[in-house]
């Protein structure tokens, strides 16, 4: 620990009054000693992690942090805010910041050891002395535990130097506090909440707890930590299983089976969720484990005393997890579509690109080209481009199985990753295509959750995830693609592929302007991705038809105007951003031009009013000119930098052009007609827009 925070890391003045502000100062500090290589890079990833979920925690604490191929040692910042600074806590600013950066190989000890800061932050005395240090080497020794805080708390050099002598450290420390726990709870033999068997037994009620978050440094721990304090104070016995970056040690079997109920706290998939079926089952995102443990803990007792289970595994992936209160089922069917969605992207991606290349290189012919394995000659230029070409053209065949398999798990978790795919294989046998796939990943998820609602007997449930479930859904899937719903769904394929194809004149406009509105009205949301889809979906073939390669070029190119516009915009009337919308604008000329609609994001979020509405007439005029020039691409992906492969190229970019021109007078004749905001505006980070970027484009958060 001494060597990852030393004085000149600590910044007991901290003047930044946002959060992009405060990282990028104390990243600067990383910087200057050789721990941070690109500031700009490291400030990306932070705000990456950032977009993902708050880093705010209550108690007046910021804890940013992530894994960065830009750190070069792991490395502790902290800075201390007279004013403070929104980390996006509930309970309001924090002045106490913490940066942390890992490499992105960090070992399991220096995982451990940031792991073991992230539990001490939870002790309050620990953070009141940080509060009432002096100067920067008083804090800098409190973090390391070379002092000890008042009143004896264990210091965080302690927690660290247990830890770092094994990767199970955050789990031996978990039994540790549950052993207490027991203690207490059975010295007090209460509890809160509604009385339960166990109690009635003469033991407290037990409960076994699982968290992680996309990064598992920080929060991970936290919630455990605070999960095991509220359950000392509740007299219940409370075991926690963190599975973080470090790995996990498996809470023991017996241990889960004396348990009285489970709570999860996760913001990335449980592993091994088979482990705790058959029990009263809270499930949340970490936070929650965080910031209401007591509430979590009476949650699950009250389910417990009402005889509720599980009788499997339930939906655990961050993107369509439906355990949230509130959540309709319109609001679940879009997350488990998008959940698919999300998995596909990047078979479409390579396949696409690959299939590009092998036109580019090797002419319109290559799908006429024999097999590879049957002719390939190394110095021939045309083989290499059948090669490319080939192996598109196979990761192009896995876009149906994967869509509808990655659905099907987003509604039942893993059990219905081989119905789905199953069925997806189905729909691209008989022709069923993109639709075939929605539907057989909504019909194996349904198919799963109804096995799973059967009351199984307990010697039966382990056989159930590995061959009775995919056996009994899979047969049932197979016979409705088949035989039910797959001939009427390959015929409406068909009549919209065929109206597809008969599209021109006005017609085609129409749907151009439509296209772009849709992949500028929410900038890489569900309605950018829909218009997306839609356009991939068409290419991926090895022999696409001129409409599809059509749809696919306007919705490239109206996803490419408002970056572009925002940064246009920044440089002709700079004085009507703020200074870092200004630094967000150089930015969003890359991201544009990489066909990344997510670098507008900043700016949305700072004036949606007048940034999203500029941005979809931009990018209908462009859609629409795309689509009366005739412009074509093969290429899914790939913005400028693809332009040699698409056809009319010069009308192409000329339509770009007026897309940008559009929305950037719009959004200048708009603001124009407000005062000029002044100079210390928040309007988000050029970190934050290349992480937005980032993170659209990634189907499985880190």
Known sequence: MSDMITADLVDLDLSADTKEAAARALAERMVSLGRVTDLEGFLADVAAREAQMPTGLDGGIGIPHCRSAHVTEP????????????????????????????????????????????????????????????????????????????????????????????????????????????????????GSGAGTGSEAAGRPFRIVAVTSCPTGIAHTYMAAESLENAGREAGVELVVETQGS???????????????????????????????????????????????????????????????????????????????????????????LMSGVSYMVPFVAAGGLLIALGF???????????????????????????LLFQIGVVSFGFLVPVLAGYIA??????????????????????????????????????????????????????????????????AIVGFLMFVVVGKPIASAQKGMTDWLNGLSGSNAILLGALLGLMMCFDLGGPVNKVAYTFATAGIAVSNPSDSAMKIMAAVMAAGMVPPLAMALATTVRGKLFTQTERENGKAAWVLGASFISEGAIPFAAADPLRVIPSSMVGGAVTGALSMAFGATLRAPHGGIFVVPLIGNPFLYLIAIAAGVCVTTALVVVLKGLRKPVGQSSAGGSAAGTAAAAKEAKQPVAA
């Open 360 to 386: 580019a290189i090797g002419g319109y012919k290559v799908n006429k080209a024999p097999s590879v394995m049957d002719h390939f000659v190394w110095t021939q230029g045309d083989s290499w481009a059948a």
């Open 246 to 336: 470090a790995g996990f040690t498996r809470l023991d079997p017996e241990v889960i089976a004396a348990a009285d109920g489970v709570i999860f706290a996760h913001d990335v998939p449980v592993r091994e969720k088979d482990r705790f079926a058959g029990k009263p089952t809270v499930d949340v995102g970490v936070k929650a484990g965080i910031n209401r443990p007591a509430e979590l803990i009476g949650e699950v007792r009250e389910r417990a005393a009402r005889g509720e289970v599980t009788s499997g595994s339930a939906p655990s992936t961050p993107v369509e997890r439906a355990g949230d209160p509130g959540e309709g089922y319109g609001t679940k069917l879009r997350k488990w």
């Open 75 to 190: 490395t502790l910042a902290f800075g201390r805010s007279a004013a403070g600074i929104d980390f996006g806590a509930p309970d309001g600013p924090a002045d106490l910041i913490f940066l942390i950066a890992a490499p992105a190989g960090a070992d399991d000890a220096h995982l451990t050891i940031l792991s073991a800061l992230a539990r001490q932050l939870m002790n309050s005395e620990f953070t009141d002395a940080l509060r009432s240090a002096g100067d920067a080497e008083t804090a800098a020794a409190l973090i390391r535990g070379d002092e000890a805080p008042a009143k004896g708390a264990e210091s965080a050099a302690g927690s660290a130097s247990a830890s770092q002598n094994t990767a199970a450290a955050p789990a031996a420390a978990s039994a540790g506090t549950a052993a207490a726990s027991s203690s207490a709870g059975a010295a007090s033999g209460t």
């Open 409 to 474: 798990y987003g509604m039942a978790d893993r059990p219905g990753l081989v119905p789905g795919f199953v069925g997806g294989m189905i729909a691209s046998t008989i022709n069923a295509g993109f639709l075939g796939g929605l539907v057989a990943g909504l019909l194996a998820g349904g198919v799963v959750m109804g096995i799973q609602r059967i009351n199984i007997p307990a010697a039966l449930r382990g056989i159930m995830p590995v061959v009775v479930i995919p056996l009994i859904s899979s």
